[in-house]
């Protein structure tokens, strides 16, 4: 019940955000987008499962775009989020966003199974995909895209423990190669921005 009210906060506080990018007088500056570009051996091969149990592997995000984020649906709030600037970020760039595939990869197997994590992904964007894995294909998939990932100090042996790990949305293009990767801090609209800025619609 804890995590559910943690993520309609998220989704609430993500929702005023968009509403007053809207309203006149109370949009902000926008700032430029904090991304680093440029072709980059980031990205891969890996073998993993989606939430039906079906094999995945890295061709799912071949003939479009994908936002790529690996986290964990017990975070309490970096990680939700991400995915709501993500289902924010797609609904507000308008055509380009029918070629973009939103894709949550688990760095917590042991407690995101499928059953857990298509529960989770209820709260985002209709599109968006889940995979989790066993530990080795997890592993795996994090070193290609240099994704960090470990139990937090002091979490080991504990049920509820946390996951400090790399908090990047990377962008990745229709062959499935990496185009830029925006930070923790970025917004929806840098986000949607980019996706603008570097996509056409189909």
Request: charged fraction near 20%.
């Amino acid at each position: 019940m804890g995590k559910r009210i943690a993520i309609a906060l998220v989704l609430a506080v993500g929702t005023v955000f968009i509403l007053m990018m809207y309203l006149p007088g109370l949009r902000p500056q926008s700032r430029p987008a904090v991304t680093v570009s440029g072709q980059a051996a980031l990205g891969g091969p890996f073998t993993l499962e989606d939430t039906k149990g079906n094999p995945v592997t890295e061709a799912v995000l071949n003939g479009h775009y994908s936002l790529v984020y690996f986290g964990y649906t017990f975070c309490p709030d970096i990680c939700p989020l991400a995915l709501q600037n993500m289902t924010q970020a797609l609904q507000m760039a308008g055509p380009v966003a029918d070629d973009v595939l939103p894709v949550f990869i688990t760095i917590d197997p042991a407690r995101d199974t499928k059953e857990v994590i298509a529960s989770y992904l209820e709260h985002f964007h209709p599109k968006m995909i889940g995979l989790t894995g066993t530990p080795e294909q997890i592993a795996a998939a994090e070193s290609t895209y240099r994704v960090y990932a470990a139990k937090s100090p002091g979490s080991e042996g504990k049920p509820d423990y946390l996951m400090d790990h790399t908090g990047y949305i990377y962008l990745m293009d229709k062959q499935g190669r990496y185009v830029v990767h925006f930070p923790k801090d970025a917004t929806a609209l840098d986000i949607s921005n980019r996706m603008r800025r570097d996509l056409n619609p189909s």
